[in-house]
C-alpha cells in the first residue's frame, strides 16, 4: 500500500537554527515527490518536485533532496516567516491523465525569533 | 496569470444537508483535483475531473460526487452531510497534456465546511 511518512511532526527552531525535516515513502512507481507550504487555515502552497533519485532542489533558505526511500527538506538559517506546516507529497499514476497525490500528515515547523 | 480560486471560502451546514463547493481552475489548466483535509492532516484525494469525466477517485462514498464544466472549473457536491465531513476542501488544477511527465498541482485558498 503506498504510504508517506514525515518526520518530525513538529519542529521548534530558533532563527538561523539550521534543521532537516524527513519525507519517506512507499509507493510503486514513484511518478513525482512534492513538497508544499501550508500556512494555517490556506491551501498548499508548490515548492519543489523531484523526480529521481539523487535530483536537488533549491528555493532560498530550502534545499529538497531525494533518494530511493526518502525525501529531505533542509532549512538553513529559518527566519520566523518560515514558519509554516510542510508537507510532502508523491504522484500515484494509474488514472488516464494527472494522477492522485498522496500526502504525509506534515511537519509544523516554528521558528523563534 | 490568474490563480485558483474557490468559492465559499466558509460554510456551516448541518448534518443531513447538502452542499455544493466550487472551484475555477488556474488559467491555462484542463485538470482538477479534490481533496478533503482534516484539522491536523494531510489532504486526502477525494477525485479527479478531466475533459469533464471523472478520472480517478479515492475512498469516498458516492454522496461525494463532482462535476467539471467546459470552461475547466468544478463542483464537489457531498449529499446527506455528516459531522465527519467538516474538514477543508481543497481544489487543486495542473495541467495534462497526454505525455507521461507528471504535472504540478497547484492549490486553491479551500473552502472550510463546518457540519453541525
Known amino acids: 500500500e503506498d504510504q508517506v511518512t514525515q518526520s518530525p511532526e513538529a519542529l521548534r527552531l530558533q532563527e538561523g537554527e539550521s534543521s532537516s525535516l524527513n519525507c519517506s515513502y512507499t509507493v510503486s512507481g514513484l511518478r513525482g515527490l512534492f513538497w508544499y507550504r501550508q500556512d494555517p487555515g490556506k491551501g498548499p502552497e508548490f515548492l519543489f518536485t523531484l523526480y529521481s533519485a539523487g535530483e536537488e532542489k533549491e528555493k532560498e533558505r530550502l534545499k529538497a533532496t531525494l533518494t530511493k526511500k526518502e525525501s529531505f527538506l533542509h532549512i538553513t538559517a529559518p527566519k520566523p516567516e518560515d514558519s509554516a506546516t510542510y508537507l510532502c507529497a508523491v504522484l500515484r499514476m494509474g488514472y488516464n491523465q494527472g494522477g492522485k497525490l498522496i500526502f504525509g500528515q506534515g511537519t509544523e515547523l516554528s521558528v523563534k525569533p | 496569470e490568474t490563480g485558483v480560486t474557490q468559492s465559499p471560502t466558509h460554510l456551516i451546514k448541518t448534518r443531513g444537508q447538502q452542499v455544493t463547493l466550487r472551484c475555477s481552475s488556474q488559467?491555462?489548466?484542463?485538470?482538477v483535483s479534490w481533496y478533503q483535509q482534516a484539522l491536523g492532516q494531510g489532504p486526502q484525494f477525494i477525485f479527479q475531473?478531466?475533459?469533464?469525466?471523472?478520472?480517478g477517485r479515492g475512498n469516498f462514498p458516492p454522496r461525494f460526487s463532482g462535476l467539471q464544466f467546459p470552461n475547466y472549473s468544478s463542483e464537489l457536491n457531498v449529499n446527506a452531510l455528516e459531522l465527519d465531513d467538516s474538514a477543508l476542501y481543497l481544489c487543486?488544477?495542473?495541467?495534462?497534456?497526454?505525455?507521461?511527465?507528471?504535472?504540478?498541482?497547484?492549490f486553491g485558498p479551500g473552502t472550510r465546511l463546518l457540519v453541525l
Open positions: 487543486a488544477s495542473s495541467l495534462s497534456q497526454g505525455s507521461s511527465t507528471p504535472r504540478t498541482q497547484y
Open positions: 475531473y478531466y475533459r469533464e469525466e471523472e478520472n
Open positions: 488559467s491555462g489548466h484542463n485538470t
